[in-house]
Structure formats: C-alpha cells, structure tokens
C-alpha cells in the first residue's frame, strides 16, 4: 500500500506560477512511476506528466510540455509539479499518481485555478 499526500494548489493569475508537491509513504521501495493527471469539470482525467524513479525519464502531455516540469525527490520520497506560464484551460484537480508493483494509486487532488 502506498498513501499520497498533496499539496500547493491555489489560485493564480495567467501567466502566474505553482508549484505542486505530492509525498508518499508506505510501500515506497516498490514504486516505478510518479506522475500527475488532472481533471476539468466535465472532462475525463488526462495525464499531465510521468517520471520514472529509477531512470528519471519524464514524460509531459504535449498542452504543458515546455510550461510544466516534473521531478522527484528520492530522500524525501516526493514528487513536485512545477507549473509556469499558467492559462486558464489549465484550470482542474490535480491528482498525483503512482505505480507500484503493478497497482496505481491516487492522491485526493488538489484544485489548481487560473484566473483574473
């Protein structure tokens, strides 16, 4: 079992910046992927970027590729979203995702807003 904890959502102006942590604890040694999906009101969940702990291969949706960056943190077992250049089409609940030993799990999202 692996339990995610999130944080830094908010309310941000466009073109404004946030930074979202997700921390986990449990089955740490097993997992493989970290990542974060988000979902608009009304839309189906996307993913927005993965990363691999072992390798750090990062992997972005290409509607944040260039804004968004992924990393992690292994001490601290954390995973970050940094977010630059926010739009409001980037408005969603943001949930950290993990794989590990096959099984994924969410965190409980944090909103994220983007507006004037």
């Known amino acids: 079992q692996v339990q995610l904890v999130e944080s830094g959502g908010g309310l941000v102006q466009p073109g404004g910046s946030l930074r979202l942590s997700c921390a986990a604890s449990g089955s740490i040694f097993s997992i493989a992927v970290m990542g974060w999906y988000r979902q608009a009101p009304g839309k189906q969940r996307e993913l927005v970027a993965t990363?691999?702990?072992?390798?750090?291969?990062?992997n972005y949706a290409g509607s944040v590729k260039g804004r968004f960056t992924i990393s992690q943190d292994n001490a601290k077992n954390t995973v970050y979203l940094q977010m630059d250049s926010l739009k409001p089409e980037d408005t969603a609940v943001y949930y950290c995702y993990v794989l590990a030993s096959g099984v994924g799990y969410w965190g409980q999202g944090t909103q994220v807003t983007v507006s004037s």
């Open positions: 990363i691999t702990t072992s390798s750090h291969v990062t």
